[in-house]
């Protein structure tokens, strides 16, 4: 999962905005190398879920709205000529983080 997030946040490094996603998408890298090697505090996955739900409400809005127009493709081509297309998949990428921040969350929590 660590290495996984580490090419998500490598492919973000020429987006528009590339600081805030390379940033959640190295955190979720971080966390789940973390919990390789070590038990991670609940704490640190809960805050990235919280982060999570926080983007991911600021965002629903524009989902709303893709879904409204009949959920066109997102996946026409790689630059997103629409604005619904960009905020789609920024929604889509965070629903990503937040899952995989919650299976964290849940893992940091079990005895081992």
Not at 28 to 39: G, H, P, Q, R, S
Not at 55 to 73: D, H, K, R, V, Y
Request: contains cysteine.
């Amino acid at each position: 999962m660590g290495l996984l997030f580490l090419l998500f946040a490598y492919f973000q490094i020429n987006d528009p905005d590339p600081l805030a996603w390379v940033a959640i998408y190295t955190a979720v890298a971080i966390v789940a190398i973390w919990a390789m090697f070590a038990k991670v505090p609940q704490l640190v996955p809960l805050a990235g879920i919280v982060v999570c739900i926080v983007w991911t409400i600021a965002l629903l809005p524009e989902f709303i709205n893709w879904l409204q127009m009949g959920a066109p493709s997102i996946t026409t081509a790689m630059k997103a000529e629409e604005p619904h297309i960009e905020y789609t998949r920024e929604f889509l990428g965070l629903l990503i983080c937040g899952i995989s921040f919650t299976f964290l969350y849940f893992q940091s929590g079990k005895e081992t």
